[in-house]
């Protein structure tokens, strides 16, 4: 087992990967910008080193300056967490090289994966079933002719885009050739990289995603699903474990796409496949993340299984001790995620210093943050502050002791999204748990 861990992250997520590191008796190194230096991950490690300005680019994307840190500190292993460098091959590829175990899957891993396009000719060739689409689209003339054969209307998407940014949606073919400029020049100037394909728009659909766990003796468990349809602009609001609208027959048939999934890439460590699921319960892959997902919350809470954990001893060469036999689903969980986000102002990121700071608590509630009182959120980052993870033992009662959270979290000095997140769950096609990714447009309507 490694004795140092580096967490190449900020925010929740690093405060997340500190604390499962301190019950398994490991040291921890802290890296943090000049924005961050008030930082909780910063004060729960155990030594911290400062890695450059504000700017993710300058700092919590600066690869050189993260494994000099690992270096001098004497670190064994980097954790990526999720967003920033977690996806990202060359940065794998430049830990092992530097003789740094990458808390991940490998580089020809992430690599595979990570390209969307590839992705998908890789699950077509494993049997798993993919939404109708394309490969890499070379011009604008050919968007147009394999649009007409998919039908539209279609969503053209960046092959290295993440974080819901890079996806178009085309609804006729007059749009199609300036989506196509624009996505690409777009994609280019976000991901450095303007190659685009394009899927069939299915509507409506749920997003759907199963959880594995790899080891590298090639034992593989899949943790069931999360059902995380409550979107906006393609991003998750709200997920729920287990999925309130999936049958058995529907969970156990995408379990086994995920595990057939897992073992025809040779899939190492944690990962999660994103399938869609229409409304007649056919299910398509969406893309794959070769990470951490800021949701595997609500897949602990109902399986007892501690994920952070487990990537840790996966990359130490460790070999999972349960099988797919002794995963069980117990109870309902609900993640909402808390975003310091003006509801005055459509939702736009607000920085400003926290005046008052209150959690709440009592039996299975997490609440998974970085923030207190008087700190002041940095405008530079994502504008997520923290997850609230409720659990009870059916749906009812989960969402009720989640509104009683979210009414007993107390932020001010910053707008949060805590009363949209009341109104979701308040809404009754949430409470039949008949919702699809379209549900934010509809909401109280
Ligand atoms: P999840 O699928 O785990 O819910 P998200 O897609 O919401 O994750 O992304 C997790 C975090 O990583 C978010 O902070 C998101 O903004 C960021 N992120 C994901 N992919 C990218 C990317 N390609 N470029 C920049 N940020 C990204
Ligand atoms: P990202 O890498 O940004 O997470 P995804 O490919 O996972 O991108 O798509 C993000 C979201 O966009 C999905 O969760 C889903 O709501 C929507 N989406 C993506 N592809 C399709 C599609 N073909 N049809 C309908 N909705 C889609
Ligand atoms: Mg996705």
Redesign the pocket.
């Known amino acids: 087992m490694f004795s140092k861990i580096l967490i190449a992250n900020r925010g929740e997520v690093a405060v997340r990967i500190i604390r499962a590191c301190k019950e398994m008796g490991i040291s921890t190194v802290a890296v943090f910008s000049e924005a961050d230096r008030e930082s909780l991950h910063v004060s729960l490690a155990d030594e911290s080193i400062c890695i450059g300005p504000a700017p993710a680019k300058d700092s919590y994307l600066n690869m050189t300056a993260i494994l000099s840190a690992a270096h001098v500190t004497g670190a064994q292993a980097i954790h990526p967490g999720?967003?920033?460098l977690s996806?990202n091959a060359r940065f794998a590829k430049l830990c092992r090289e530097s003789g740094i175990a990458f808390i991940g899957p490998s580089e020809e891993i992430i690599t595979r994966m990570g390209d969307k396009d590839q992705a998908r000719r890789t699950m077509i060739e494993a049997g798993v079933p993919v939404i109708p689409g394309t490969d890499i689209l070379e011009s604008a003339a050919q968007a147009k002719r394999e649009a007409t054969r998919i039908g539209y209307p279609v969503l053209v998407k960046a092959r290295?885009?993440?974080?819901?940014?890079g996806i178009r949606l085309v609804e006729s073919e007059d749009q199609l050739v300036q989506a196509f400029n624009t996505a690409s020049a777009e994609a280019k100037a976000?991901?450095g990289d303007g190659g685009l394909y394009m899927e069939k728009y299915l509507k409506p659909t749920k997003h759907i995603e199963m959880q594995i766990l790899c080891d590298r003796h090639g034992n593989i468990v899949c943790l069931g699903e999360r059902e995380?349809s409550v979107q906006r602009k393609n991003?998750?609001l709200l997920e729920e474990c287990p999925s309130p609208s999936i049958s058995q027959e529907l969970r156990e048939a995408m379990i086994d796409a995920a595990i057939r999934a897992g073992k025809a890439v040779g899939y190492e460590n944690a990962g999660?496949l994103?399938f869609l699921v229409d409304r007649d319960g056919n299910y398509y892959f969406m893309e794959m993340?070769t990470r951490l997902?800021?949701?595997h919350t609500v897949t602990e809470m109902v399986t007892g299984v501690d994920i952070v954990k487990w990537q840790i001893r996966i990359a130490a060469g460790a070999a999972l001790d349960f099988c797919q036999d002794d995963v069980q689903i117990r109870g309902r969980a609900i993640e909402c995620r808390i975003n310091a986000e003006d509801p005055s102002n459509g939702y736009r990121p607000s920085a400003g210093t926290i005046e008052m700071l209150h959690t709440p608590g009592g039996p299975w509630v997490r609440f998974d943050s970085f923030v207190y009182q008087g700190y002041r959120v940095p405008p530079f980052y994502?504008s997520?502050i923290g997850k609230l993870i409720v659990k009870a033992n059916t749906r009812e009662e989960a969402i009720r002791k989640m509104k009683a959270s979210l009414c007993e979290l107390v932020v001010e000095g910053i707008p949060t999204n805590g009363d949209l997140q009341l109104e979701i769950l308040s809404d009754p096609r949430f409470e039949e748990g008949d919702y699809y990714t379209d549900f934010m447009e509809h909401l109280g309507q």
């Open positions: 999720y967003g920033l996806e290295s885009g993440g974080g819901g940014r976000a991901f995380c991003q998750k999660t994103e993340n997902q800021v949701e994502d997520m």
